[in-house]
Each structure stands twice: as structure tokens, then as C-alpha cells.
């Protein structure tokens, strides 16, 4: 009974290690092992090497040339199918990085605008034909230029302009204020707009030639504050300015450059006389040209430049009750001037 009993137990006990395991736990422990073991990387030296050292001697046996050769070889071991390679993941396009990693604008910044602003100390002279009024004084003007699609040969513009003399023009004179005589001392003040188009007349290079082609509107007043008598000119036209530069040192965003400004106008000018109890106008032609000459040096996005201007306008005869008839007019401005210059 006893020797029935044993054997029973024997077998099952046989029967339970025969079995695959039952846990679930152990079976993926299994199912893991076995995958990792599929597809691990194989190294050919290195278990080449490993059977060497197992046999008597074989420690220090040489490996075969040719195989260690073709163990080496990376290629080779792609043409082995009883050992499987590893898996190449390819990258996405947007996973590749350029030569030069690291943030960058997409495009370059490119200015679209320029902004000039320059001051000048000079002379300001004007003559009335006719009379004894012919005097210089000095004055001080301002101009702001805006240049729009500064990256183009062309785009538009517009610029500014103004001007104001001390009051010792015609110090010492005396003229007429519609009663008596009186003190001529006048101080000259003066407006400008000039909305125009700039353009490249000459290709790129180191001599180059703008022009800037538009209508002007222009503001001119003479008064001689003790007399109580205002004289002004009020003009619009078309003008054309050409400025020649020439590239002297420098390139592309560092120059020293030198240039030349001329241009000339024509229009119709509105005259104005305003008096003590009385007032006349008339409508008269008037022509002007002006000359310039400077140097400019351009550094990044900044500039600057150094100059010397020189103007002359010429207003027609006109009839007043002041000054009598056909009175022609002369003004003249020269000044030196500093400017600086923005892009953006």
C-alpha cells in the first residue's frame, strides 16, 4: 500500500515539472527572454573568440584572417541570413538637421525703410529787384528724408524741408508800410514738400546714379516785423534731383562714399503782399537750381553724412502797391550740413 502510495506522488510530482508554467507572469517572462535572445546583436569576433578560448589552448589561438576580416566588415554581416540585422529607422525630413544647426530666419531681413535727418548752419540772401533791398543773413534749416523699399532700385519718398533766418536782413533800411516809412529788419522763413519717386538711372556698382523725379510744393515768406509787412511766395511744380555717388572704400554695408546733388525745378508761384489796411497778389513764374557736394559713410544700418549746399531761385516781376511794378525777386540759400541716417 505504502509502495502504491510513493509512486503516485512520484509521478505527479514528475507531471508538474514536465508541464509549461501555469502563471501567466512566468509565461511572458519566457516569451521576453526568448525575443531578446531572436534579436539581439550578434558580434561574430567576439563568440568566435569566445569558442576559441573554450577548446584546449585556445586562449591564445589566432582567429582566422578571413573570418575576422569579414567580422570586421559591416557589410559582410548583412549577407550572413542566419544572423538578422537590426532595424534602420529612417528620420522624417522635418527630423534632419541643416550643416549649421541652431535657429535661423527663414528668409533675411531686409530693410524697407530709411530715415534721414541732417541740420545746416549758412546764408540766406534775397534781392528785390527795383529797390534798395539786397541782404545776406544767417540761417538754419533742417530736412528729413523718407525712403520707402530701400532693398529695390526704386520706391517712393517723400522729404521735408525748413528754414529760418535771424532778423538783421535789410538792417538799416527803410521802406514804406502803407502810411510812413518804417524799419525794413525782415526775417525770412521758409516750408518745403517734395513727394517724389526714387530711382536707380545706372546699374549697381561702384559709380552709381540716383534721381528722384516728383512735384513740390513750396512756402516762402519775407517779413519785416517793425513795418507790420508780409511779402510771401507760394509755389508748386515738378523738380528733378540727380545724385551721382562714387564708392571711395568699403563694400556692400560699409562704404565711404562721395556724391554730388543737383537738381532744378519749375513752377507757378502765387505772390502775397499784406499791409497796413491793404493787401495785393499776383501769379508769377519761378525757376531754381541747386548744387551739392559731400561725403557719406554707411556702417550696417546707420549712416552718416557731411556736406555743402548751395540754392538759387528766381521769382518774376510783380506788381504791388508797395513795391510798384515789375519787381523780380532772387533768393539764395547755402549752408553746411551734418545728417544721420536709419534703416528699418
Same mark, same amino acid.
Given at each position: 500500500?505504502? =509502495?502504491?502510495?510513493?509512486?503516485?506522488?512520484?509521478?505527479?510530482?514528475? *507531471?508538474?515539472?514536465?508541464?509549461?508554467? &501555469?502563471?501567466?507572469?512566468?509565461? =511572458?517572462?519566457?516569451?521576453?527572454?526568448?525575443?531578446?535572445?531572436?534579436?539581439?546583436?550578434?558580434?561574430?569576433?567576439?563568440?568566435?573568440?569566445?569558442?576559441?578560448?573554450?577548446?584546449?589552448?585556445?586562449?591564445?589561438?589566432? $582567429?582566422?584572417?578571413? $573570418?575576422? *576580416?569579414?567580422?570586421?566588415?559591416?557589410?559582410?554581416?548583412?549577407?550572413?541570413?542566419?544572423?538578422?540585422?537590426?532595424? =534602420?529607422?529612417?528620420?522624417?525630413?522635418?527630423?534632419?538637421?541643416?550643416?549649421?544647426?541652431?535657429?535661423?530666419?527663414?528668409?533675411?531681413?531686409?530693410? &524697407?525703410?530709411?530715415?534721414?535727418?541732417?541740420?545746416?548752419?549758412?546764408?540766406?540772401?534775397?534781392?528785390?529787384?527795383?529797390?534798395?533791398?539786397?541782404?545776406?543773413?544767417?540761417?538754419?534749416? =533742417?530736412?528729413?528724408?523718407?525712403?520707402?523699399?530701400?532693398?529695390?532700385?526704386?520706391?517712393?519718398?517723400?522729404?521735408?524741408?525748413?528754414?529760418?533766418?535771424?532778423?538783421?536782413?535789410?538792417?538799416?533800411?527803410?521802406?514804406?508800410?502803407?502810411?510812413?516809412?518804417?524799419?525794413?529788419?525782415?526775417?525770412?522763413?521758409?516750408?518745403?514738400?517734395?513727394?517724389?519717386?526714387?530711382?536707380?538711372?545706372?546699374?549697381?556698382?561702384?559709380?552709381?546714379?540716383?534721381?528722384?523725379?516728383?512735384?513740390? $510744393?513750396?512756402?516762402?515768406?519775407?517779413?519785416?516785423?517793425? *513795418?507790420?509787412?508780409?511779402? /510771401?511766395?507760394? &509755389?508748386?511744380?515738378?523738380?528733378?534731383? $540727380?545724385?551721382?555717388?562714387?564708392?571711395?572704400?568699403?563694400?556692400?554695408?560699409?562704404?565711404?562714399?562721395?556724391?554730388?546733388?543737383?537738381?532744378?525745378?519749375?513752377?507757378?508761384?502765387?505772390?502775397?503782399?499784406?499791409?497796413?489796411?491793404?493787401?495785393? /497778389?499776383?501769379?508769377?513764374?519761378?525757376?531754381?537750381?541747386?548744387?551739392?557736394?559731400?561725403?557719406?559713410?554707411?556702417?550696417?544700418?546707420?549712416?552718416?553724412?557731411?556736406?555743402?549746399?548751395?540754392?538759387? *531761385?528766381?521769382?518774376?516781376?510783380?506788381?504791388?502797391?508797395?513795391?510798384?511794378?515789375?519787381?523780380?525777386?532772387?533768393?539764395?540759400?547755402?549752408?553746411?550740413?551734418?545728417?544721420? &541716417?536709419?534703416?528699418?
Amino acid at each position: 500500500m505504502r =509502495t502504491s502510495t510513493y509512486a503516485l506522488l512520484l509521478l505527479a510530482t514528475l *507531471a508538474a515539472c514536465s508541464s509549461p508554467p &501555469t502563471n501567466e507572469s512566468d509565461w =511572458t517572462a519566457v516569451q521576453r527572454d526568448r525575443l531578446l535572445r531572436l534579436y539581439q546583436v550578434r558580434d561574430p569576433a567576439a563568440a568566435l573568440a569566445e569558442l576559441r578560448q573554450k577548446e584546449p589552448g585556445g586562449a591564445n589561438a589566432p $582567429v582566422p584572417g578571413t $573570418v575576422l *576580416a569579414a567580422a570586421q566588415e559591416p557589410g559582410q554581416a548583412g549577407q550572413n541570413r542566419g544572423q538578422p540585422q537590426p532595424a =534602420t529607422v529612417r528620420k522624417h525630413l522635418d527630423q534632419i538637421l541643416p550643416e549649421v544647426a541652431g535657429p535661423r530666419d527663414i528668409l533675411p531681413h531686409r530693410p &524697407t525703410m530709411a530715415v534721414s535727418l541732417d541740420a545746416g548752419l549758412g546764408r540766406q540772401q534775397v534781392t528785390i529787384h527795383g529797390s534798395r533791398l539786397d541782404d545776406r543773413a544767417d540761417a538754419v534749416s =533742417t530736412r528729413l528724408l523718407l525712403d520707402g523699399a530701400v532693398a529695390n532700385a526704386h520706391g517712393p519718398a517723400l522729404q521735408l524741408r525748413a528754414l529760418s533766418s535771424d532778423d538783421t536782413l535789410f538792417d538799416g533800411q527803410r521802406i514804406s508800410d502803407g502810411f510812413a516809412p518804417a524799419d525794413a529788419d525782415a526775417r525770412v522763413r521758409g516750408l518745403e514738400a517734395f513727394p517724389h519717386v526714387r530711382f536707380l538711372a545706372t546699374e549697381p556698382g561702384d559709380l552709381a546714379v540716383m534721381m528722384r523725379a516728383g512735384l513740390f $510744393v513750396d512756402w516762402l515768406e519775407l517779413d519785416h516785423r517793425a *513795418a507790420d509787412v508780409q511779402r /510771401s511766395w507760394l &509755389t508748386i511744380g515738378p523738380r528733378l534731383l $540727380v545724385e551721382p555717388r562714387l564708392l571711395l572704400l568699403g563694400e556692400d554695408d560699409h562704404r565711404f562714399e562721395g556724391f554730388l546733388r543737383l537738381g532744378a525745378d519749375l513752377g507757378l508761384a502765387r505772390f502775397e503782399e499784406d499791409f497796413r489796411g491793404n493787401s495785393s /497778389s499776383d501769379f508769377v513764374l519761378r525757376g531754381a537750381g541747386a548744387a551739392g557736394v559731400g561725403v557719406r559713410y554707411q556702417f550696417g544700418r546707420l549712416g552718416a553724412e557731411l556736406g555743402y549746399e548751395l540754392e538759387h *531761385a528766381w521769382y518774376g516781376g510783380v506788381t504791388s502797391d508797395l513795391l510798384g511794378e515789375d519787381r523780380r525777386t532772387e533768393t539764395g540759400h547755402q549752408r553746411v550740413f551734418l545728417g544721420f &541716417t536709419t534703416r528699418f
